[in-house]
């Protein structure tokens, strides 16, 4: 069992679409992260949903946590509004790799270390071809990883 | 929009059970994450999948990933049986906070700081009882929250 055989077709998004429209992605299909794509329609990033939420919350809340506590009701409600007219490729973390990939020859074990490493639940399945471009095969998930590995 | 707003029953699983059957559960049902319990069902750990996975990950492979490429595809593919036997309380992380809780007064600002803090797609919504035992009013997770605020 190998990459190529797990990766499976995936949603994806691309990277200039409005943040709130990829939040409606990830919420209408019940996705467990979204993949980002660029303008070519190559992988740019995979964003764990908790990542995404991460996004919503405003840059002095994620520095100093207990100021959640000061916002009200009413304004945390409206949390999504903090990303609209926002692209959402500015909406992504930095400082983390932004797209856990294998090769279509990885094994089930180096997925799974991938997957524990960076805590994402999606990998991208990239075939590099001849000219350095990369080919997306697909997307491995957590889940996908552990339904296939049960049984054997 | 509060916590105990939000919360909604989900699948709980013993933490004496074998491992083996949590990640059964996990994939029959689809979960982005456990909710791990005690025998009193008192809420013990709310585990990723990524986190699931890690535990099949053999510990000199976690300390260097390089190592995961020498495991042949047969070994690889029978990764499940590295905790045939083990209960799931034996193969949760350590060192990581297990279970991202909220009070059921909790802010959509709480829970979105919270689970991006600890990255973890579910959080447990726990009511301090008289006693000092919490009662487990439900989880809510990142699919959930991001749903409730779309369209506010």
């Given at each position: 069992m190998r990459a190529r055989d797990l990766a499976q077709a995936y949603i994806t998004i691309d990277?200039?679409?409005e943040a709130l429209e990829a939040v409606g992605v990830l919420v209408e299909?019940?996705?467990p992260g979204l993949l980002v794509v660029d303008s070519a329609g190559q992988p740019y990033a995979a964003v764990?949903?908790?990542?995404?939420?991460?996004?919503?919350?405003p840059g002095y809340i994620r520095e100093d946590p207990v100021l959640a506590e000061v916002i009200d009701e009413q304004h945390a409600d409206h949390l999504c509004q903090a990303v609209a007219g926002r692209k959402l490729v500015d909406c992504l973390p930095v400082g983390?790799?932004?797209?856990?990939t294998a090769a279509p020859d990885c094994t089930a074990m180096e997925l799974a270390e991938l997957m524990a490493r960076t805590r994402s639940p999606l990998i991208a399945v990239i075939e590099q071809g001849a000219?350095?471009?990369g080919r997306l095969l697909g997307v491995i998930t957590a889940a996908h990883l552990l339904r296939q590995l049960l049984h054997r």
């Open positions: 990277k200039e679409a299909h019940d996705l764990p949903a908790c990542d995404l939420i991460r996004a919503l919350v983390r790799p932004l797209l856990p000219t350095g471009q």
